[in-house]
């Protein structure tokens, strides 16, 4: 038979259990203290880290100024004819491609050829009376020393052949100028590039001066970004750059700052003369926008296939050129 449990038996036991429950409660304390200190420390390296990266960031768009606030561009210029007429051939067409002097277009010589022709006749005319002039000369030189013929005589004669070979060298010009006049009839590429905004058809009359179309320079393309007055401390001329199309935004474009703008119209402001007073409007700006001034980057690697005048872009500013 089994002995029953004396009084001091049970108090050891109920202790014995006390103590491993206290010795628990404090394992579990300690536990929940260390994954406490261990959140604070990963919370202290994320707070940290943000800081570190948002600095660093910082520190990278302070020196290396980026905008959005960009275009591609390259030089235009107007198609004007140098003779006007009627266009005979129109050998182009709108956003065509041509090369440097390609025909454009040409103009109805007939009326320049007619001028031309007349020019060539009025020379010859002119070698005539000149030949006979200087016959009139030579006859009328070997007479004066005997008298028969008078020293005014012969001046006249002298004076009217030198008069003629002066009217002779208006002439040569005038041919000159005729056949120059020709040759404008046939209008070509002054560069290679593209044809734009062309409207007119073959049969429309042109007027020398004036453009007919415009045409667009694809050597050479430029990109204007527009950055606030507080990042150009951070460019030079000669800053390097890298410029993204927004129609290919994973093909990157090297390029340099060729000049910053100097000067941008004020919006809001009247100028007046000199002798006047400067106009401020009366009004409280509670919020202040930096301006922002014009910077040209010519692009040194450009793609024909992707550069359009006026394309979207954004440009990054590498820092000021080394010293």
Known sequence: MHQAATPSNEE?????????????????AARTLHHKFIR???????????????LYVWGVVER???????????????????????????KVQDNQAVKEGDVLFEIDPEDYRLILEKAKAELAALDHQIAQAHDTLRRLEPLLPHGFTTADIVDKARTAETTLRAQREGAVAAINLEELHLSYCKVIAPFSGRVI?????????????????????????????????????????????????????????????????????????????????????????WVRVAQRFPVRIEVENPDPDLFRMGASAVAIIKGPPPK
């Open 40 to 54: 604070r420390i990963v919370c202290l390296i994320i707070v940290a880290s943000a800081v570190v990266i948002t």
């Open 197 to 285: 905004n062309l409207n007119i058809s073959a049969g429309a009359h042109v007027t020398a001066g004036l453009p007919v179309f415009s045409f667009l320079d694809t050597s050479k393309w430029y990109v204007v970004a527009n950055f606030r007055e507080a990042e150009i401390r951070y460019m030079a001329p000669g800053s390097e750059a890298i410029v993204y199309l927004s129609s290919a935004p994973s093909q990157r474009f090297r390029g340099k700052v060729q000049g910053i703008g100097w000067a941008v119209k004020p919006e809001g402001e009247i100028d007046l003369p000199p002798a006047g007073v400067p106009y401020v409007k009366r009004e409280l700006n």
């Open 64 to 90: 290396h100024p980026r905008t959005d606030d960009a275009t591609a561009r390259a030089n235009v210029v107007g198609i004007a004819p140098r003779v006007s007429g009627q266009i005979l051939k129109l």
């Open 12 to 28: 050891s036991v109920a202790t014995s259990a006390k103590t491993d429950i206290n010795r628990q409660a404090d394992a579990s």
